[in-house]
């Protein structure tokens, strides 16, 4: 971490970087103790999510609000330099202490396992002051807020400590259940799309009332609000309320592709242009979506377009922030998720914050698998994974999602073609596409040989999505308009 004289924001970003650096140069310590126990727990509380990723978005949004006063704002501006300055000097004693050789197991033995201590507890010292000046921004800013949901207002029927009602949609991320919504004006009883969030409270009330100023545009369904679950152990996680949107029956982009029969090209057109246009609505509310895939957006019979056309809804915002918060380095492992995103987002550890682009990569892919009409992946979601959000790879869960054989064959053929064994494992395919971009280099060579064959035009827009040559949704709906 050089020496750096930037704005709280910037600083912010970089030390969300310096957070995947503690865990890449920890995870090659020799030493199994409760130092690098403690570094491995910190990286991942910073770059990962955590609490402090938490205390540091917090600390963004305080500078940000006109009615802190300057005293307050100058505060938090001390706090998160020293937090930045003593996490300077913890990264330069992790490369200089790493026990990996003998010289330095000594080192590390002698005097560098107390140096890494004291640097810890400076550290936590330091993030006691930002949880309290953030529990004093949180008194200081609370209020009614009606994107909150009581028990009074909503509730799921039939729940119960030992049971979360719902089913999933076949093929699909998207879990439904029939709830109870009481605002105030009566209580009413409606089928209600659920989605499990781990995030802070702050994000949430920012995408509710995003989408509440501007009266839920196409391709987003009408959020009601967001609750704590009243059963649910694990109090940092909310759910997300959305009403499922009318009209006919329900189901996935992933499940319509999967079991109909191919559509004439202004069907998939169609899909296409609805698709796009409700990234670029995500985007113009500043947020950025980051799980754009078959399995999370929802199709509508009969709805209220008036006609037999499919309308299109973007759903799975687990991962949903603003484009101004902070961006965890929490990329996809499961490798058959891992393929909807760029390859600097793939991986337990992504290489980059997400911005608008990665959705547009991600659009791509879905579009490509539109204008294909064949399924990328197959088999049904781990609950656990669905609802509250990713799940470690240590959860044994991979197994759970599948992908074609034809799709196994591309990644091994394209594995042999950069020189690598025929007999690797198809397992290890996550690991390797973020080596070697290897999901990229295949979409782009479906679409270039495969798609371009029919549809020449749309496997040209495609490619420029995959290779972000395109990096505006609004560009991508540009282009598809002159189909």
């Not at 130092?35 to 910190?42: F, T």
């Not at 987003?220 to 679950?229: A, L």
């Amino acid at each position: 971490m050089a020496e750096l004289v930037i704005g709280v924001p910037g600083l912010i970003d970089v030390i969300i970087r310096a957070g995947s650096q503690i865990l890449n140069i920890v995870q090659a310590y020799s030493e199994q103790d409760e130092i690098r126990a403690d570094y491995m727990r910190l990286g991942r509380d910073i770059a990962m999510g955590g609490m402090s990723f938490y205390f540091l978005e917090t600390v963004k949004r305080a500078l940000k609000d006109p009615s802190l006063p300057s005293t307050a704002k100058q505060m938090f501006e001390s706090s998160i330099r020293r937090f930045y300055d003593r996490l300077a000097i913890a990264l330069i004693k992790l490369k200089s202490l790493a026990p990996s050789r003998f010289s330095g197991r000594v080192s590390y033995a002698l005097h560098g396992k107390n140096e890494l201590r004291k640097c810890m507890h400076s550290l936590k010292d330091e993030i006691d002051v930002l949880h309290k000046l953030c529990i004093e921004f949180s008194l200081f800013s609370m209020g009614v807020h009606s994107s909150i949901l009581s028990r009074e207002n909503f509730a799921l029927i039939h729940e119960s400590e030992n049971h979360h009602p719902g089913e999933y949609l076949p093929t699909s991320d998207i879990l439904v259940a029939r709830g109870e919504l009481n605002l105030g004006l009566g209580k009413t009883t409606e089928t209600f799309i659920v989605e499990g969030k781990t995030d802070g409270e702050a994000n949430l009330r920012s995408l509710c009332d995003t989408f509440r100023s501007r009266s839920f545009p196409a391709g987003i369904p009408e959020c009601v609000g967001f609750r704590m679950p009243p059963y649910r152990k694990a109090m940092a996680c909310y759910e997300l309320i959305f009403k499922a949107p009318a009209g006919g029956s329900l189901m996935s982009l992933a499940h319509l592709i999967s079991y109909s029969d191919p559509p004439g090209f202004e069907t998939r057109l169609d899909l296409a242009r609805q698709l796009a246009q409700a990234v670029v609505h995500v985007h113009e509310i500043e947020f950025v979506h980051k799980n754009i895939r078959p399995r999370s957006i929802l199709l509508v019979e009969g709805s209220s377009l008036g006609n037999d056309s499919l309308a299109v809804f973007l759903l799975k915002w687990t991962a949903a922030r603003n484009m101004d918060s902070v961006s965890a380095h929490l990329g996809e492992h499961l490798w058959q998720q891992a393929i909807y995103q760029h390859p600097d987002r793939q991986s337990e550890y992504a290489m980059a914050g997400f911005e608008p682009r990665h959705d547009v990569y991600s659009l791509g892919v879905c579009l490509l698998e539109v204008f294909l009409w064949k399924s990328f992946t197959v088999a049904e979601p781990p609950p656990k994974l669905a609802l509250y959000g990713s799940a470690g790879p240590g959860d044994g869960l991979d197994q759970e999602l599948t992908s074609p054989a034809w799709i196994l064959d591309l990644f091994q053929k394209k594995l042999v073609e950069i020189g690598e064994e025929p007999s690797l494992l198809r397992t290890d395919t996550c690991e390797l596409m973020t080596l070697h971009k290897l999901s990229q280099k295949i979409w782009v060579n479906l679409a270039a040989t495969e798609l371009v064959k029919e549809y020449p035009r749309v496997a040209d827009i495609i490619v420029q999505c995959l290779q972000l040559h395109l990096c505006r949704a609004s560009d991508v709906l540009s282009q598809l308009g002159t189909v």
